[in-house]
């Protein structure tokens, strides 16, 4: 008999070599399929969610100034409470501009204003949320409330 010929081959270590390449190229496909998929998607839904809620805020702080009586109290002559309980409600990282509107008279203006930005705030690109509810006072008068808030990092 004959001996076997040996025919040359591959070292051994070539096998372990080309799976390391699947598993690194498969790695490499993963993440970015991730990172893709993060970019188009979630900043969606961080900013829509955002603007969910400064709505939300924007509607339950004015409720709250009213169901409190600050508004009441501000309209009657004391704008002093209106800055403090806003202050007090929102975040320190929300701008606000509430203005009260006599809704009898608008042509009369804002009877009352509180503010901590400038208006160029709600101007921007940013998220800013506003609401407006009608309000009427114990003496019978028709007020329309509108609150604007911005946030910080938004400008």
């Known amino acids: 008999m004959r001996p076997l010929s040996r025919t040359p081959a591959s070292p051994p270590r070539s096998g372990q070599v ?29 900013f829509k ?33 209106l800055v403090k309980a806003l202050q007090s409600l929102l975040p320190s990282n929300v701008f606000f501009n509430l203005t009260i509107v006599d809704a009898t008279d608008p042509s009369r203006g804002a009877v009352v204003s509180a503010s901590n930005a400038v208006p160029t705030v709600f101007e921007g690109p940013g998220e800013v949320a506003s609401a ?7 003496e019978g008068k028709v007020y329309m409330l509108v609150l604007k808030l911005a946030l910080v990092g938004a400008v």
């Open 18 to 46: 080309r799976i390391l390449e699947a598993v690194i190229a498969t790695i490499i496909l993963l993440i970015a399929f991730t990172a893709f998929y993060f970019m188009l998607y979630s900043s969606e839904k961080f």
């Open 49 to 81: 969610q955002e603007a969910v809620d400064l709505n939300r805020l924007s509607y339950n702080t004015l409720m709250h100034l009213v169901e409190s009586g600050v508004v009441e109290r501000a309209v009657s002559g004391d704008g002093g409470a």
């Open 132 to 138: 407006t509810i009608t309000y009427t006072s114990r």
